[in-house]
Each structure stands twice: as C-alpha cells, then as structure tokens.
C-alpha cells in the first residue's frame, strides 16, 4: 500500500526552540493531508487540515500561530511548533489523503523540556 | 458533526476467543465509519471502512464489523483472538466524503495465553 513517512520520529529540544516535522507521501500525491496529537493513552484530536498551494484549514482551539502547517508539494507538508514548552510535548501524527484512502504516517513523538 | 463512543477503554481476552470491540456513532451525515490499529509508538494502521457500500465489512487479520444504522454502532468483531491483536483500537468517523476523521478514545485489547 502508499506509504506516508513522518521525520523526525523522535526529537527532544530545549523550552523556547522551534521544531519542525515532515510529513511526505512516498508514492502517491496526496490531495489532503492532516495533522493530529495525541496525547499519552489518549485518542488522536484532528489539529488542522492542509491542502497543497493554500492556507491550512485549523479546529477550534488549536493556535495556528504555534502549529505553523506548510503544504508546498503534492507530497510534502510541514507542522513547525513554534516556541515549544513542554505542554507541547505530544505524538504528532499526519495522514494524507488520496481519492477514498486515506493512509497515516509512523508518528513524530516531541518531547520539550 | 460527527462523534464515536467506544464502549470499553480496556478489554481482555483469551487466545482463540471471540474479540468484541463496540463502537457507536452519531452523524447529521451518512457517516463514512473506520477501525484503526496502533502498536506502541506507532502510527495507526487501517483495519477496514464502510463508505455505504455493503453493511458487513471485511477487513485485514480476520477481522470483520457490520454497520447497522437502526443501532448507530459499528462493533469490530474477530472470532478467535491471537497474541498479536493485543494492541490499542480506535473507531474513527467522517462526513460522507470529507476524510476529517473524529477518533473514539480506543479500546486497549489484550491477549492472554
């Protein structure tokens, strides 16, 4: 099956930096891609929608100027937590859409300290 | 909108036994309606989907679920357990074709010998 790869899958950095994580359709061109956190032994909660070439779609509550997304390519979309604190810190999961599939990457776990 | 309940954050069964994972939905829309698998620290995989086509759905490793619309439920069964479906469950629902899924808070199987 069409394979979404998320970089990094682990990334510790200090309170105060900016983090970003890629998430990359390998073998497929993905119309949508979206981006969920999911907290320890939690569900995941859908942060913000992203469409290649326009702005990113966010659910209430979440801070689009902390959770900066970029969606530049067909097969490449970027979440950068802004100024991290440690309540930040959470597994970061995207998934990217094709027609009716939709496919999920590994997971970036951040961890802010 | 659209919401799941998983009834049951934990369930234990023993090898070979009937697996039951339940799952209700509420939609203003004919739901399109998804069970997910996810290891630790990993991302989730795709079990099966109903996208309004047949109500008895089959999906990957034996397991199976019936949409029924009378109930609102979407219940995941698998007839006889194995050590390797020990792991966390979500049941997941979108509007008819949009793919923004809303996540249950999932369901922790465990296996015993």
């Known amino acids: 099956g069409a394979v979404v790869s998320q970089h990094p899958s682990w990334v510790i950095c200090k309170s105060g930096t900016s983090v970003k994580i890629e998430c990359r359709s390998l073998?497929?061109?993905?119309?949508?891609m979206f981006w969920y956190r999911q907290f320890p032994k939690q569900s995941l909660m859908l942060m913000a929608t992203?469409?290649?070439?326009?702005?990113?779609?966010?659910e209430q509550g979440v801070e689009k100027d902390k959770f900066l997304i970029n969606h530049a390519s067909l097969t490449l979309s970027t979440l950068t937590v802004t100024s991290a604190h440690p309540e930040d810190s959470s597994f970061y999961i995207c998934?990217?859409?094709?027609?009716?599939?939709?496919?999920f990457g590994e997971g970036s776990r951040l961890t802010v300290l | 909108a659209q919401s799941v309940t998983q009834l049951g954050s934990h369930v234990s069964v023993s090898e070979g036994a009937l697996v039951l994972l339940r799952c209700n939905y509420s939609?203003?829309?004919?739901?399109?309606l998804f069970w997910y698998v996810q290891y630790p620290n990993q991302g989730l995989q795709l079990l099966l989907k109903?996208?309004?086509?047949?109500?008895l759905v089959k999906g990957i490793n034996g397991f199976e679920a019936e949409f029924k619309k009378s109930e609102t439920s979407f219940h995941l069964t698998k007839p006889s357990a194995h050590m390797s479906d020990a792991a966390e469950y979500f049941c997941?629902?979108?509007?008819?074709?949009?793919?923004?899924?809303?996540f249950g808070a999932g369901t922790t199987v465990t296996v015993r010998a």
């Open positions: 992203s469409n290649e070439g326009s702005k990113a779609t966010y």
């Open positions: 109903y996208t309004s086509a047949a109500t």
């Open positions: 998934s990217a859409r094709v027609g009716g599939a939709l496919f």
């Open positions: 997941a629902v979108s509007g008819s074709n949009d793919y923004k899924l809303s």
């Open positions: 939609s203003s829309v004919p739901p399109y």
């Open positions: 073998d497929f061109q993905a119309t949508t």
